[in-house]
Nanobody, 115 residues
Framework: QVQLVESGGGLVQPGGSLRLSCAAS????????MGWYRQTPGKQREMVTVITSSDSTTYADSVAGRFTISRDAAKKTMYLQMNSLKPEDTAVYYCNVQKFGDDYWGNGTLVMVWS
């Protein structure tokens, strides 16, 4: 079992930055993919970015060049640095890990980009 807790969301003006964190507890042995997803009301949850255990990364076209995913295995924490935020980035952001074929999700953190 893995428990995930996101933090770092909030209200930011367009063009601003935020850094989200996802802290894992429990055994992280076997986790091979980690990522960030987001969801707005009435829409499906969408992939923002993922990183593999070999540090290969993938970004959605809408965030490429603005967002950066990273991880600190020693701290069992994953990060999402979000720069040049736009109103369309407003969403609840969830962290996800895949371990031995199972998906684990955090409860989400709200990011609002609004002037």
């Amino acid at each position: 079992q893995v428990q995930l807790v996101e933090s770092g969301g909030g209200l930011v003006q367009p063009g601003g930055s935020l850094r989200l964190s996802c802290a894992a507890s429990g055994s992280i042995l076997g986790i091979n993919v980690m990522g960030w997803y987001r969801q707005t009301p009435g829409k499906q949850r969408e992939m923002v970015t993922v990183i593999t255990s070999s540090d290969s990364t993938t970004y959605a076209d809408s965030v490429a060049g603005r967002f950066t995913i990273s991880r600190d295995a020693a701290k069992k924490t994953m990060y999402l640095q979000m720069n040049s935020l736009k109103p369309e980035d407003t969403a609840v952001y969830y962290c996800n890990v895949q371990k031995f074929g199972d998906d684990y999700w955090g409860n989400g953190t709200l990011v609002m980009v609004w002037s």
